[in-house]
């Protein structure tokens, strides 16, 4: 069974504080994903990682792949109380598969207070 | 541009009664199409999943069944629900690639 575990399953920070949320696994991935989710909505894809050890930004996002594709991380600086929701990461065993099956991690809380 | 869409958005319905949800996905071809339930803001677990049409696969066996009729659109359905089927329903979509799948805005579904 492959798992993919993120820590921490809750965080509640203030404003202006950084944080970093980690994603791993056993298995070796082809690529993985970051998703954020705010209640009632469906999960929207932030960003895709490819290549080990691969590190891609987004404004005061930085997600990084391991160098063996094992595990990632998401670090936000600064955060907001906009950057409050669900964080989900989700690994692909097959990349190019037909399949195209994703394991999903069980996501990390997160609360900005102003 | 690709918009999936899903609907209803929320749905309330009594034990034993039937369910029918439905997601279709425009601008793209043969997608591959995934139905994911979600407990209280936690994780997904995937349903079903579909390459093509008629082509169904069941993760998870349960009281739901998936079909798919035509090559964007999806569907989720039970004859009898359970009290244990409420959740928040997703629908997803993905093309060969890096594995990304995009999601509709879900269903949330009470069984009362």
């Known amino acids: 069974t492959q798992l993919l575990e993120q820590s921490p399953q809750f965080l509640s920070i203030q404003e202006g504080e950084n944080l970093t949320v980690y994603c791993n696994s056993s298995?070796?991935?082809?690529?993985l994903q970051w998703y954020r989710q705010e209640p009632g909505e469906g999960p929207v894809l932030l960003v895709t990682?490819?290549?080990?050890?691969e590190v891609k930004k987004l404004k005061r996002l930085t997600f990084q792949f391991g160098d063996a594709r094992k595990d990632s991380s998401l670090h936000i600086t600064a955060a907001q109380p906009g950057d409050t929701g669900l964080y989900l990461c989700?690994?692909?065993?097959?990349?190019?598969?037909?399949?195209?099956?994703?394991?999903f991690g069980k996501g990390t809380k997160l609360s900005v207070k102003p | 541009s690709q918009t999936i869409h899903q609907w209803p958005a929320t749905l309330v319905q009594p034990v034993g009664s039937p369910l029918s949800l439905e997601c279709t996905v425009e601008g793209t071809s043969n997608p591959n199409l995934y139905w994911y339930r979600q407990a209280a803001g936690r994780g997904l677990q995937l349903l079903f999943y579909s390459v093509g049409i008629g082509q169904i696969s069941s993760e998870v066996p349960q009281n739901l069944s998936a079909s798919r009729p035509q090559d964007r659109q999806f569907i989720l359905s039970s004859k009898k629900l359970l009290l244990s089927d409420s959740g928040f329903y997703l629908c997803a979509w993905s093309v060969l690639g890096p594995g990304e799948q995009f999601f509709g805005p879900g269903t949330r579904l009470t069984v009362l």
């Open positions: 990682v490819v290549t080990g050890g």
């Open positions: 989700a690994g692909a065993l097959n990349y190019g598969g037909s399949q195209g099956n994703l394991i």
């Open positions: 298995s070796v991935f082809s690529s």
